[in-house]
T-cell receptor
Framework: RKEVEQDPGPFNVPEGATVAFNCTYS??????FFWYRQDCRKEPKLLMS???SGNEDGRFTAQLNRASQYISLLIRDSKLSDSATYLC???????????FGGGTRLMVKP | DAEITQSPRHKITETGRQVTLACHQT?????MFWYRQDLGHGLRLIHY???????NKGEVSDGYSVSRSNTEDLPLTLESAASSQTSVYFC???????????????FGPGTRLLVL
């Protein structure tokens, strides 16, 4: 079983839709969690950290469920520019390194 | 502005050749990392360094080596390139890892390597 798992998608949604991704992690000792965004043929960039109490940044909301060992990302009012691959990242599992999920691809259509 | 760069951006080489990929950051970050990204595997850690003269093996280190002679650079060497090493390689750096709210990793633009 992979340490960090994501549904690869693609998620095809119309502009203005609300879409949510989940990511599960296997190591209960994991300490820190992030969502990265990666555009096609580009490098990953930090989208947001995920805090235990949940956090929001504009149209994006991240939540952590330690009991069930998953994190989620909710995108409201989807824009065409949100089309990208979203990578779930977990720290603290193996030697305090970042462990990446395989990514979830989002395609927002007009 | 501070940044992290990689060179070359694209490279074609032959099996058995030695290849070195460069990574240079101007943030003065202590931590530097090399990853490879392949379809079906996501990003996998090759080697990392927490400071000058410090190097450590990651998840997929076989066939690769790194050296850290200064803060700014962490070159990645493929000792004898194999077709299985065809991939996209990303370098990253960070000031700190860990606790929520601290800075995480910044990635370079990537190097696309094709081994024939």
């Amino acid at each position: 079983r992979k340490e960090v798992e994501q549904d690869p998608g693609p998620f095809n949604v119309p502009e203005g839709a609300t879409v949510a991704f989940n990511c599960t992690y296997s190591n209960s000792a994991s300490q820190s969690f992030f969502w990265y965004r990666q555009d096609c043929r580009k490098e990953p960039k930090l989208l947001m950290s995920v805090y235990s109490s949940g956090n929001e940044d504009g149209r994006f909301t991240a939540q952590l469920n330690r009991a069930s060992q998953y994190i989620s990302l909710l995108i409201r009012d989807s824009k065409l520019s949100d089309s990208a691959t979203y990578l779930c990242v977990v720290i603290g599992g193996s030697g305090n390194m970042l462990t990446f999920g395989g990514g979830t691809r989002l395609m927002v259509k007009p | 502005d501070a940044e992290i760069t990689q060179s070359p951006r694209h490279k074609i080489t032959e099996t058995g050749r030695q290849v070195t990929l460069a990574c240079h950051q101007t943030w003065n970050h202590n931590n530097m990392f090399w990853y490879r990204q392949d379809l079906g595997h996501g990003l996998r850690l090759i080697h990392y360094s927490y400071g000058v003269h410090d190097t450590n093996k990651g998840e997929v280190s076989d066939g690769y080596s790194v050296s850290r002679s200064n803060t700014e650079d962490l070159p990645l060497t493929l000792e004898s390139a194999a077709s299985s090493q065809t991939s996209v390689y990303f370098c990253a750096s960070s000031e700190k890892l860990g606790l929520a709210g601290e800075k995480t990793q910044y990635f370079g633009p990537g190097t696309r390597l094709l081994v024939l």
